[in-house]
T-cell receptor, first 114, second 111 residues
Framework: DTGVSQNPRHKITKRGQNVTFRCDPISEHNRLYWYRQTLGQGPEFLTY????????KSRLLSDRFSAERPKGSFSTLEIQRTEQGDSAMYLC????????????FGEGSRLTVL | DQQVKQNSPSLSVQEGRISILNCDYTNSMFDYFLWYKKYPAEGPTFLISISSIKDKNEDGRFTVFLNKSAKHLSLHIVPSQPGDSAVYFCAAFYNTDKLIFGTGTRLQVFP
């Protein structure tokens, strides 16, 4: 299976703890995106990478959030000092540069902050 | 600012009939418009797209119509099937290279 892979699929944590999500994109895709989805809403853009460069960050991405994509392959999204409002589905997607907007999404990582 | 809007949170259609899902947008700079389908506990999957220079694109049972003057697009599914029951997201794309999604419409196709 060469689709987008996300781990873990579900994370339950206590408020104040740090969590990290990993995304492995489709191997030939050089763009990688992170989105967040809460109940009743569409996916909201957080950030994206072209190769290893982080090209854009949403204002939704507070200082507690950091994303990396070392060597332009997999990516990690870390949330420090989690809050209950961080509870959401975190979606990763990848695409080729210069495409027509078609992003390929993983199954998501659901975060529950108690 | 909600640049892509789906004003109908849900739609219920009988099997075999046409489903019409609507989407409005505010930014005239969008290059492409896409529809994604999402089942519970899965990521969104691409369904169909349309370039801003076209007014119609068809793929099997799915057709997307774009009315640029009204800043409106719609997805037609005909005939609707029970397996089409899912949440449908309209999304728009422009040269900042990110998709902007609407809030989704839950489609239920009943026998």
């Amino acid at each position: 299976d060469t689709g987008v892979s996300q781990n873990p699929r579900h994370k339950i944590t206590k408020r104040g703890q740090n969590v990290t999500f990993r995304c492995d994109p489709i191997s030939e895709h050089n763009r990688l995106y992170w989105y967040r989805q809460t109940l009743g809403q569409g996916p909201e853009f957080l950030t994206y990478f072209q190769n290893e460069a982080q090209l854009e960050k949403s204002r939704l991405l507070s200082d507690r959030f950091s994303a990396e994509r070392p060597k332009g392959s997999f990516s990690t999204l870390e949330i420090q000092r989690t809050e209950q409002g961080d509870s959401a589905m975190y979606l990763c997607a990848s695409s080729r540069q210069g495409g027509t907007g078609e992003l390929f999404f993983g199954e998501g990582s659901r975060l529950t902050v108690l | 600012d909600q640049q892509v809007k789906q004003n109908s949170p849900s739609l219920s259609v009988q099997e075999g009939r046409i489903s019409i899902l609507n989407c409005d947008y505010t930014n005239s700079m969008f290059d492409y418009f896409l529809w994604y389908k999402k089942y519970p506990a899965e990521g969104p999957t691409f369904l169909i797209s349309i370039s801003s220079i076209k007014d119609k694109n068809e793929d099997g049972r799915f057709t997307v119509f774009l009315n640029k003057s009204a800043k409106h697009l719609s997805l037609h599914i005909v005939p609707s099937q029970p397996g089409d029951s899912a949440v449908y997201f309209c999304a728009a794309f422009y040269n900042t290279d990110k998709l902007i999604f609407g809030t989704g419409t839950r489609l239920q196709v009943f026998p």
